[in-house]
Each structure stands twice: as structure tokens, then as C-alpha cells.
């Protein structure tokens, strides 16, 4: 089942979408996938926000250097992929098929089915679980991690040093069944950049554990 976090937006030029995992009393902005502007940049704008049933978030936005559209995050939203340009879009609903509805100004209104939004559905699903090699690698400042679960699984992503401390906690949540993509942006858990190195990213889904070597270089 979905897990209980709050998400906003701030369409303002430091702000963005904004998680909280505990009722609102502390928030982290994730903003990894659709928003990589500078941080003065006043274009950021934030329609609406939306969740289906099985923990999919869904943004309307439009940023500089990205078309008007809707992004999804399916991994609670550490990182969101384009998911369609519609132009600028108001309200975004779902029913109870989790089909969703997504309201434009000028276009009308357009329907996404549930087929094509679950990714438990389809030909295009992975038969197993998988931790692909970052790209890129060797990096600076940040890289691309993507994994497959073939099952909806407690997943932990976690980065290592080379004496096997715990660097940076990516993900450590129930994830749905399929293709996730997040980011590391070189920093630790407190938010320090870590130095040049060899580092290690661990996927633990259920029993399964795999780790990929990676290589920052500043």
C-alpha cells in the first residue's frame, strides 16, 4: 500500500516539490528529474499534484528548460520522469480505476489510462530484480542509478565508502513493481559534499542484494 507522505509545491525560485514524512513538521525538497535549472531561475511553475493507489505521484509543472506537462515519480519522489506534454495543465484526478484525468486551460482534457500508468501492467515489465551500472561513471557531481524489481518489495538503496560506512541512504521504502530511476548528487546523509573516491551502491530488495561499483572524480 501507499505510504502516508505529504507532498506541496512552491512554484517559487527556490522552491519546487517539497516531501514530509512525518505530518508536515519537517520537509525535503525533491525536485531530481524535473526541475535542473539555477536556483534563481522565476520560471519554475507548479500546477497541481496528484497520488493513485499504488504510491505513484503525479506533478504538473513547467520549467525552463523542460515542456509543459505532467511528471511521475514512482519511487515517492526522489526522482520524476516526464510522463507527457499536454501544455499547462489545472487539476489532475483519478477514479477509482486509477485512471487519471489531467485539466488543460486551453486543450481540454485528457484521460491516462491505469494500463498505462501502473507498471505492474504490460509486456515492458522486468522478470526479476536488477541494480544496472550508474551512468555516468566515473562522475561529478551527481549520476543515475536505475533498478528493476520484478514484485513490489521493502527496497533499500544505500551508498558506501570503501571501509564500508554508510555514506548516503537513497531509498529505504516500499517501492511497486518495475523500472525506478534516482539520483545521487555526491552528498552525504547530512548533506556534506563527500570527497573523491571509489564508493559503492548497495540494492537490498527483499532478499535479494546487489552492489555496483562507482567512481566520483572532482
Not at 509543472?61 to 515542456?67: D, E, G, I, L, M
Not at 510522463?83 to 482534457?109: M, Q, R, Y
Not at 505492474?120 to 551512468?135: C, D, K, M, R, V
Request: glycine share 10%; proline share 5%.
Amino acid at each position: 500500500m501507499p505510504n502516508d507522505d505529504i507532498f506541496v509545491g512552491n512554484s517559487t525560485s527556490d522552491g519546487g516539490v517539497f516531501r514530509s514524512s512525518d505530518n508536515g513538521n519537517t520537509w525535503v525538497q525533491v525536485n531530481s528529474g524535473f526541475w535542473e535549472g539555477p536556483p534563481d531561475d522565476p520560471s519554475l511553475a507548479l500546477g497541481c499534484l496528484g497520488k493513485n493507489s499504488i504510491g505513484d505521484v503525479f506533478l504538473a509543472a513547467s520549467t525552463f528548460n523542460k515542456p509543459a506537462g505532467i511528471y511521475r515519480s514512482t519511487n515517492n519522489g526522489d526522482y520524476w520522469d516526464d510522463f507527457g506534454s499536454f501544455g499547462l495543465v489545472w487539476s489532475l484526478v483519478h477514479n477509482s480505476s486509477d485512471d487519471i484525468f489531467a485539466g488543460t486551460p486551453n486543450n481540454g482534457v485528457y484521460r491516462m489510462d491505469a494500463v498505462y500508468l501502473d507498471v505492474e501492467e504490460g509486456i515492458n515489465t522486468p522478470s526479476g530484480f536488477a541494480l544496472s551500472q550508474n551512468y555516468p561513471n566515473p562522475f561529478n557531481p551527481s549520476t543515475r542509478i536505475e533498478f528493476e524489481l520484478s514484485r513490489r518489495s521493502e527496497v533499500e538503496v544505500i551508498i558506501f565508502n570503501v571501509l564500508g560506512q554508510e555514506v548516503r541512504t537513497l531509498v529505504k521504502r516500499e517501492l511497486s513493481k518495475g523500472f525506478h530511476v534516482i539520483e545521487w548528487d555526491g552528498r552525504d546523509d547530512a548533506g556534506n559534499a563527500v570527497c573523491s573516491g571509489v564508493y559503492h551502491c548497495r540494492l537490498k530488495a527483499g532478499e535479494y542484494i546487489e552492489s555496483k561499483k562507482m567512481v566520483l572524480l572532482k
